[in-house]
Nanobody, 115 residues
Framework: QVQLAESGGGLGQPGESLRLSCQVSGSIFRRFVMGWYRQAPGNERELVAI???????NYADSVKGRFTISRDNAKNTVYLQMNSLKPEDTGIYYCRSSLGPNHYWGQGTQVTVSS
């Protein structure tokens, strides 16, 4: 069973930065497509950013130019660098690993952006 553990959430002010990390168990991390998703209160979970095993990335329009997803295959870890935070970035951020039809989720980490 693949296990994911997010960390790095917390409280930030508008314009500040936060970095999220997600460590994944197992030995096939480099094969996973890794993604960050978020869910704001009352909203559905939405894709924030994804990165393939080869490092190809894609972002939601709302975070392009502000967020950067990256991965360290040697550490089985994916990161989300969040810059120029906005109040609308508030939500629970989830890490997901995907291999074919199989998806695994972390427990989520809260990010709150408020002055």
């Amino acid at each position: 069973q693949v296990q994911l553990a997010e960390s790095g959430g917390g409280l930030g002010q508008p314009g500040e930065s936060l970095r999220l990390s997600c460590q994944v168990s197992g030995s096939i991390f480099r094969r996973f497509v890794m993604g960050w998703y978020r869910q704001a209160p009352g909203n559905e979970r939405e894709l924030v950013a994804i990165i393939t095993g080869g490092g190809v990335t894609n972002y939601a329009d709302s975070v392009k130019g502000r967020f950067t997803i990256s991965r360290d295959n040697a550490k089985n870890t994916v990161y989300l660098q969040m810059n120029s935070l906005k109040p609308e970035d508030t939500g629970i951020y989830y890490c997901r690993s995907s291999l074919g039809p199989n998806h695994y989720w972390g427990q989520g980490t809260q990010v709150t952006v408020s002055s």
